[in-house]
């Protein structure tokens, strides 16, 4: 089975170059109005409005719908939506939006500053993951005239974070939907959201499929060019790669197939599987060590835990060119912040783990064994799983026992985050564009129990707080860019997280699509340009 | 009258029954790590521990176990089956939406099971270590043997990949809108692959009961008695034998209709239909107890219905089940 894995990923060299075909043709094709474009979705959400919930599984189909500030345009910089120019005072606490003219919601009503104001106080701030943090500080929204918006910080507030950060949790609600109906969270339009996007939302049959179509008043001219999108929900992963070669799915976004079936839908001619167009979402593989346990409290046991395993044999058999060794909590990928250097990095090295195990004086009991260890492996994706087990038998080889324990992803985040019932976890680090948007809380003292994907390990530092701290509002470009190189070495140093794999995910399209994967987090995107040749 | 009383002995003893799985699924599901807000958080991807706090205040999850059990309990006698966690919805609204699809597989798959089954049965029997035999039992074990995920994979290689003759999954084509017959003849194209994956299996399983009936009852007296009078071999059959052997067969069927609403997930999934069995594990997953209980509420009933036909049909079979008592 391994071999024939191996095989297959040989074979992914292949596939990515296979990515520039379509390319090629590119510019001699005049772009086909109308058709139906399907969509894989694995796993239904509770709602489908980005304003309220930032994850994939939202974007993904709101993200065709509503609209956001500001995107990140095929170079990864930030470029308009909603907001036609930005301005930031030098004190960093105001920055002004300027917004596009002439949008109007799917019903017929304007957009204006007013849906701005009440977005960002009432969803961003108050609800939507990750924006609750980024908008901690913010303390009004000014509308001076119907197309400015104003945001006012308590403290320093980076543009940089800020443009980086809109992209994900930047999303506009219509307010006239919302303002005096209730409880946001459990608004209707929440399931058939109205937005200002290419596309409009037609019909949700839970567990079917979700419907949206042309939208004929888009402000973009000429957009979009599809007439129809389809997401048809397949649960079943190989259910999902045959719905592929039948011809009734045209794209799985985010990793939805199998490794083995990813890499051979590469193969065919049919399809292009490539991490292109993905690179906004990078994520790491991770090790978290619970300091509770006096062994893991240690640092040499830590290091010598890094340094048992073999993580580029591991790529290579496993993961083949779709994933590459991770340096530190900033994945290279992320150009604006990703240092120089990353500090100590750890490569394998069995005897040196062995001896720093036998310094923190750990010795081998009995049938070889130091200690033994829980690990709880995320169920995010398979390659955690088989990461798990990766970990489990080096780890066997310097005489540390490791138990697998399995979960659900419930049970994954309260036995970690709540109850801290676990030695070892392994599982992803979403890498968000900027860090202080979601990967400085893994390691940040003071994060209250239970908040999932944050610093639960028992590890308090007031250097890395005080970096963290210092980059959140510090407003020069570059001095926050030196921060948060001497945030990641302090991290490697220290090692409460290992990062030790760098992964994008995989986008298995049909190779009739044209004009996708053209931006960063181009399955989160509007698709206003998307369209299929015959 | 008979016949009614029976009925009602039978649906006074389901109900404690029912309450007793309802509290155990209650008690069993407490056991699994986490609750529907972590669920929430697992799925969206993040989320602050205020949110959280008020999440689960919204879903009374800040009650103790027995306070939330008495709740529940006392929603069900009102036939309040309560509001979904991840549908947002009435639970019994969530439950009617899925209820057909699960329904029409299950009658498809059960029928088509039960009718080559007893064919196939008889035909064995008939020619018992002869090659018809032979072939049947042959067959028979290996659909048996099959694991469905993986018979319905292969289903759907063959007939929606290379010979592209059916669809791969869904349960109607969504790209274009039918009305009328036109949409019956497309579900019905959409179910024949789930409906032979799941059926096949149920088949293996009832030749082989009914194999072995009919062999039985060709060996008692009244057949010899049957033979003797002169009267022509399918007459024996048709008239004598297969009553009697369909027994066991029927009793099958009121147990296995339970196993295949929940043998359905496996199928559900391959085959992407919206029923019961999908329903059932999101809710596992995401910690949804009201959409849970909701359905092994609605499944008992089924159960109970199904029971209750068959022990009609047993009555009817066999006079002596009635009157013996």
Redesign the interface.
Known sequence: MDMTRRAALMTSAAIASSVLFPMRSFGQETPRKGG?F?VHYG?????LNPSL?????VYIIGGKIQEQLVDLDAKGEPVGVLAESWEAAPDGKTITFKLRPGVTWHDGKPFTSADVQFTAMEMWKK?L??G??LQLFLTAVDTPDPLTAVFRYERPMPLNLLLRALPDLGYVSPRHLYEGKG?I??N?V??APVGTGPFKFVQY?????V?AERNPNYWRANAPYLD?I?W?????R??AA??M??G?IHYSPFSGLTISDSARLGKDPRFIVSTKGNEGNARTNTIEFNFRRKELADIRVRRAIAHALDIPFFIENFLGDFAKRGTGPVPSVSTDFYPADNGPQYPFDKKLAAKLLDEAGFKPGTGGTRFSLRLLPAPWGEDISLFATFIQQSLADVGIKVEIVR?????????VY??HAFDLATGWH?YRNDPAV?TTVWYRSGQ??????TNQWDWTDPTIDKLIDDAATEVDAAKRKALYGDFVRRANTELPIWTPIEQIFLTAISAKARNHSNTPRWGSSSWHDLWLAE | MRVLSLAGRRLAASIPTLILILIGVFLLLQLAPGDTVDAMMAQMGGGDATTARQLREFYGLDLSVWAQLGNYLWRLVRLDLGFSAIYGKPVATVIAERLPATILLMTASLSFAFFFGLILGVVAARGVNKWPDTLISTFGLMFYAMPTFWFGLMAIVVFSIYLQWLPAGGFEDITVSYTGLRRTLDIAQHLVLPTLTLGLFYMAIYLRIMRGSMLEVLNLDFVRTARSKGMDETRVVVRHVLRNALLPMVTLIGLQAGTMLGGSVVVESVFSLPGLGRLAYESVIQRDLNTLLGIVFVSALLVIAVNFIVDLLYARLDPRITTGS
């Open positions: 139906v399907t796993a239904e959400q509770r709602q919930q930032a994850s994939t599984g609800i993951n990750y609750s943090t409880d969270r459990q209707p929440n399931l049959e839970r567990g079917q499929h419907i129809r389809v048809r929900v397949v649960t079943d190989a259910a045959a719905q070669e039948a009734q979960t659900d992803g419930g049970g994954y985040l309260k036995q709540d109850d979403q979601s209250p129990k239970g908040a999932p994907w």
